[in-house]
């Protein structure tokens, strides 16, 4: 198996002891370290079956995230399953930051930036409307995409709330 990985390749992770969730990766972003963007399904699958990988990536995306693919592989945390050019839309994903990001002092940021994929950050100030619905931006390790894939949220507090 290459260690490499490439836009477009589709990953399986265990969430549990008798199910899995598939993701994507479907584009770098120069913006953020030119890390890997990665889209989430949904759905899950029995741990034991090898659902057709373009149902896969037609169904519902939960969340978007940036991450090091490669580095999952090579820690075990998910599994290069195939390569399907098909990514999808990425004009619509928005990512935000905080300028007060690890400062526990700080409960409400007024000080957050949202971006979309290789468009510069843009100071926004107070998060309101639909940049409240913007992904986490870090660049996020591979033990906590899957416990969001398990759980629905990360494993971490990094930011302030708004």
Same mark, same amino acid.
């Given at each position: 198996?290459? /260690?490499?990985?490439?836009?477009?390749?589709?990953? &399986?992770? #265990?969430?549990? &002891?008798?199910?899995?969730?598939?993701?994507?990766?479907? !584009?770098?972003?120069?913006?953020?370290?030119?890390?890997?963007?990665?889209?989430?399904?949904?759905?899950?699958?029995?741990?034991? &079956?090898?659902? @057709?990988?373009?149902?896969?990536?037609?169904?519902?995306?939960? *969340?978007?995230?940036?991450?090091?693919?490669?580095?999952?592989?090579?820690?075990?945390?998910?599994?290069? =399953?195939?390569? =399907?050019? @098909?990514?999808?839309? /990425?004009?619509? !994903?928005?990512?935000?930051?905080? %300028? @007060?990001?690890?400062?526990? /002092? =700080? #409960?409400?940021?007024?000080?957050?930036?949202?971006?979309? !994929?290789? $468009?510069?950050?843009?100071?926004? %100030? $107070?998060?309101?409307?639909?940049?409240?619905?913007? $992904?986490?931006?870090?660049?996020?390790?591979?033990?906590? !995409?899957?416990?969001?894939?398990?759980? %629905?949220?990360?494993? *971490?507090?990094?930011?302030? /709330?708004?």
């Amino acid at each position: 198996m290459r /260690t490499n990985t490439k836009i477009g390749d589709v990953f &399986s992770a #265990k969430v549990n &002891s008798n199910k899995k969730k598939y993701f994507q990766y479907i !584009i770098s972003d120069i913006t953020q370290l030119n890390s890997d963007v990665i889209r989430v399904f949904k759905n899950s699958y029995p741990i034991d &079956s090898n659902p @057709d990988l373009n149902d896969v990536i037609s169904g519902e995306v939960e *969340f978007y995230a940036h991450c090091i693919t490669k580095l999952g592989v090579k820690m075990g945390y998910w599994n290069l =399953i195939g390569n =399907i050019p @098909d990514v999808g839309r /990425t004009d619509h !994903i928005l990512f935000r930051d905080s %300028g @007060d990001y690890g400062n526990p /002092t =700080i #409960k409400v940021s007024q000080d957050w930036w949202v971006w979309k !994929i290789n $468009e510069d950050q843009k100071r926004v %100030g $107070e998060l309101l409307g639909e940049n409240q619905k913007a $992904e986490v931006g870090l660049v996020i390790n591979p033990e906590s !995409i899957v416990y969001r894939m398990r759980t %629905g949220e990360y494993d *971490f507090k990094a930011y302030p /709330t708004f």
